[in-house]
């Protein structure tokens, strides 16, 4: 298996509930480091902007609307498999799905508030870590 980045985020509904630091812990216990890492307040431009992938489906504007709620934490984890690993420790989009002791099994409040964002493939993860970090604010 390889080493790999990976872009997550802690969405709105979970730093309003101050749950990063145990969010975050369950990254580390499987083995992924933190290796860059911001809280900011996206503008609605800039949710539009990251998820301009999903522009044509009907969850876009309520998702990029529930996402400058509040502050995010963005982030890039490394590890081996990062990219499957971090999937598996958030669980399924729909929390109602979600496997017991992932992150939104645990703490998601709907699936639009589901906690986390993960990126889904290699070259997503290229694209959305450069959306948020320079390589000179990545430090591992």
Do not use: W
């Not at 480091?33 to 902007?49: C, D, F, H, Y």
């Not at 409040?109 to 964002?117: D, G, K, T």
Request: hydrophobic share 40%; with cysteine.
């Amino acid at each position: 298996m390889a080493i790999e980045r990976t872009l997550s985020i802690i969405k709105p509904d979970a730093t309003r509930r101050n749950l990063t630091g145990q969010i975050n812990a369950r990254f580390e216990e499987q083995g992924l480091s933190i290796v860059a890492q911001k809280r900011i307040r996206l503008t609605l431009e800039q949710a539009q902007a990251f998820y301009d992938v999903h522009k044509e489906r009907a969850f876009f504007e309520d998702l990029c609307n529930f996402m400058i709620t509040g502050p995010v934490v963005a982030q890039v984890l490394v590890g081996e498999d990062a990219i499957t690993k971090n999937r598996d420790i958030m669980g399924a989009t729909n929390p109602a799905n979600a496997d017991e002791g992932t992150i939104r099994k645990d703490f998601a409040e709907s699936i639009e508030a589901n906690s986390v964002h993960g990126s889904d493939a290699p070259e997503t993860a290229a694209k959305e870590i450069s959306f948020f970090f320079s390589e000179l604010e990545i430090v591992g």
